[in-house]
């Protein structure tokens, strides 16, 4: 029963297969692999982008802050939700990598920024104050991190705003196809036809090992890119085995198919939560993770039963009355199995 | 006849079997998957190191900004070899983790510093200056970039011009194995006992996928280390597959037996190139990599009978009279076969 | 009627004459400097701290900076109010300096952190978790950037606090002789007695042309934060200029005598905002400024009448209905004029 | 007799005189007073420039740094003479400002780059290699650290390499009226019609208390250094201290003669040397700086006279053999008297 997240996953069996086929032989290094130009041209393929500029790198922490450092100058805001990846859990890494920045956060229920909040920030900021950090991007998150999803409506309205302020848009999409798969929107829709300029296109809490892609998809800055990324140490030696990676992952749909899988196994979860008196849901169930509310007593219940995830405040849960409220996060990924997700309502009724 | 670099070569099989059986099931993410504890009990053993702090990022510009960055403040020297990879192929990468720092280089010929050379560039750093770039870090490179090898006693000779100005020691190990089978050193010998501070200890070029480890045999600044990995975009989410590769690479000998035989490959190269009459060798063979000049006509012959090696000065060689000498690096891996020596030397000899 | 800001004011008689008599003849650069000598000891006496580290700067946003970036590490937070200098008009200056660090607000009434706040805002950041930024350092403002003044308890406080979670102190005393001459306290009560590591020392905005001390209480990161002067471009050529500015400050207590003065204007311009009944005083008048809100109509009064201070929102203000509030804030200076207190008076009551 | 640096002379009366004309009433910060207008328009119709940028700072390392940072990127090579002040002196302001950067030293004897030798050095830098550093900028010093003059054409001829490269170009002109009135060049000669992009343009050492012009021909990114200006602490708060200076410089030629009477004193001392049977003149004497080389006993007469100067190796001069060479470094100023030169000639003759 293992909902901490989706990074203690393993990697999906069919592209354990890839790169054990990539491994025959020789192949040339620092991302001049053949695999590589495959890779690029299914990029440009399924999001309808024939001039993007593709890179891989190892996480969403590297594809998000080379992605903003590319985009932003050192003197620039980034306007981010309160709770996003980059604010909360990159230990600094934007400001690092775009040499200074300043995180503008933007509150909004659910994980999500309104359009009414994002305009306030940006306003807030002085235009053309010489004492003041000066607008520099606006990053969204989607799926969110309250396991939310954006709407292409939704997603629109914040990049038309971002552009009416001329500020460029970056998606952080550690969990874009989680994203995708609620909403059936196309990728193309999702990111640049929505308004988004650069995109970290997740693939490591989806099954890969360990890949992103970046895709930026007016290529003017490509170049800029690639020395970023290799002066940051993230220009893989062997990158052949990040390409066989998101090939594979690219291949016949396998990464929808992955975060399709994710999403039911957390939509029953959510059946299980719904069906039982004492949890509530904190947030809407749009992808692979479920946000509850427990009381101590059955938090202790389902810990006692070998479920793992995390809650709060505290972590693990401190000790306190039993009908204090919990705060929990339940991830699933492509690999929860049904044994889990069965084990795990009984657990939660008591049947167990 | 793949000659180019030992980062065109695979993974080795018994690291590819240790990325397939750690696949199985759930593991903590971040590096507290129980895999890692393992590797870092094994580095202490193996390095008769019982304290020291063990890191694994993804490649060797990665291991060396990090650890440059840890032991030389913004405003310091880094004192390398003319043609250190720091200095010359991580696109100022080392710069850019310490925050500023200075590369200050040392010459010295086949690849290595003279003790008196670097106590000369100790010295021309002026001390308790404002105005200068103060002295910061040493950092040596075994095996060196012209494939020679320093000795213990050579290592031990400039650690202790190191230590003598107060300062810290890093050794660029990204071929460290085949340093080792070249001097039959242990590794306590070749690192800690000799003075050595910090190690990049490399894996990729060697049989593994794409992992280093970092060393850190006093662990004070073990946390400090933790936080620039981190903010760096090098921690990974899922590091069991870096743990998995480092434990099986060092299980049972396999680094060494890796580099060994890359090392013998390279020895047959170098009796290839003495027997011909045309050829000379640039620098002693020590390791897994021989340098020769060749004779225009004798690098097309080559070229032509399909080998693959950097040359210079331009690569892909400029035309030119026949007679002209061109440099030429050919790098031998773990992966290097019997039948690509015997064809480059029946290519050498023109007997192909 | 000039109450835009102190920075508007010119220099003290007594410095401009010291800046003459300092000119003559040849003198060491670089602060070796015979006046720095004796500033050294000034301060040393004046703040009862013989072992202080004194250094001089130009401006507030620069002592600011070297004084973070000297105690709070890359990934460390910097604890400030939200209406902090650092935060609110230094351009990133602190992040630049620091090589990253994050502002982490603290909010609270009247420019002032209360001990539950900043408690609770380090409580926030997780100890010892890889992925947050750090606990840094603990920024105080005094005078506040509302005007209002921290006690010596209030700080102590504080700085209790910040010791607790064994964080350094810094105060940003840009306006520190207003805060020293509306509580009485002395310049040690006020620092290091306190609680704070290193301190901002204003000059400029008090009737210096542009220079500002930092005092390290602990000599220790001395010569680092030489250091960091000097690559920042902050180590002045003809360093002498810097030092009879501030020995000419300091003598006789001219400082305190100029900062009198400022408060003792700004206390009358209160007492005629007090007498008027639209007007209503924003936050206690503890030194030098006044912050009130206004009905446009009377605003409009004001600025036909000549009188300068900034408002918000906007500046100038726009246009709007005659009885909307806007918020205004006026600074006395050392050389505000008894003539500009009665004109902006008899402008505030109509009687102009 | 005072010959260590020009940056121990005082401030010429007239720009003492227009600090303290500028001292009277309020002026608006920050680069806001109506003087700054006036500098404005004086630089432009000095330069014949009527569009550019025209920025203030403390001193040359903040303007070599500022103007490097905005016009090389973080990953950039700053192509400069081996004793330039940016590579020699400035504890590595220019990294910190650039966010990285790499110093790429040009040989030439008498402190000037020959075009070859720039040529080379530009060669040598890997066009469109990811692991290497990238071309970024070339920056040249007039007067150079040697004392000697580029003439323009010479700038020409280096500024026409650089822009083969597509490269900017800066120069630090710390002693840019010295070299003028070495050359008798205009200006925008020995500026932009050479090829200068940006211009470092000196005062402190020649006459003023504290202050630099950075002049950017082009004022594209005119925002972009005020942004970085400010950020990095170089805003002035009391502007028109700066601003009152310059303008007193740039007025009736004041900077001209000032540079003049150095570069005569400076002839003076040239013809003493010539004179002597036992110096020798290390460089050509193009502007205000005398290099000399001295026998230990010649160096111990003229010290024990009471002179002042930087010698090497080691300052003060280690104790040696009497025929021992000593280097030694002259530089007059506009204060430097005639008393001063007649004593030293006089020590130097041994009549004294």
Not at 75 to 80: E, F
Not at 234 to 263: C, I, P, V
Request: glycine share 8%; proline share 6%.
């Amino acid at each position: 029963m293992e909902f901490a997240s989706d990074n203690t996953s393993g990697t999906a069996p069919e592209i354990m297969a890839a790169l054990a086929a990539v491994n025959a032989g020789y192949a040339p290094s620092y991302g001049n692999d053949p695999v590589m130009e495959r890779v690029r041209a299914q990029i440009r393929e399924i999001f309808e982008a024939p001039d993007a500029a593709v890179y891989l790198v190892n996480n969403g922490t590297t594809a998000n802050s080379l992605s903003l450092a590319t985009y932003c100058p050192p003197w620039g805001g980034v306007y981010c939700h309160a709770s996003a990846h980059v604010e909360v859990d990159e230990c600094g890494a934007p400001e690092f990598f775009i040499g200074g920045g300043k995180m503008l956060t933007v509150p909004g229920a659910r994980g999500k920024m309104t359009p009414e909040a994002l305009r306030k920030a940006l306003e807030a900021t002085p235009h053309g104050f010489v004492h003041s950090i000066q607008r520099g991007i606006v990053t969204l998150t989607n799926t969110t991190e309250a396991g939310t999803v954006y709407s292409v409506a939704e997603i629109e309205a914040l990049a038309a705003i971002a552009k009416s302020f001329e500020l460029p848009v970056h998606l952080d999409g550690a969990r874009f196809a989680n994203a995708l798969v609620s909403t059936n929107a196309s990728p193309a829709e999702m990111s640049w036809k929505a308004g988004v300029d650069i995109l970290s296109f997740g693939g490591t809490k989806n099954g890969c090992m360990g890949v992103e892609a970046v895709i930026l998809f007016d290529p003017t800055k490509a170049w800029e890119f690639e020395l970023r990324r290799k002066r940051g140490g993230h220009l893989f030696s062997k990158h052949r085995y990040l390409s066989a990676q998101m090939e594979a992952y690219l291949t016949d749909g396998l990464w929808l198919r992955l975060a399709r899988a994710a999403n039911e196994k957390a939509a029953a979860l959510e059946t299980a939560f719904r069906s039982h008196p004492d949890a509530r849901l904190l947030y809407p169930r749009d992808a692979n993770m479920v946000f509850a509310s427990l009381p101590r007593a059955l938090h202790d219940r389902l810990a006692s039963a070998g479920a793992h995830y995390y809650c709060w405040p505290g972590d693990p849960a401190p000790e306190g009355p039993a009908e204090e409220k919990i705060g929990a996060r339940f991830v699933c990924s492509w690999s929860t199995a049904d044994a889990e997700i069965d084990a795990f309502a009984r657990a939660l009724s008591g049947s167990a």
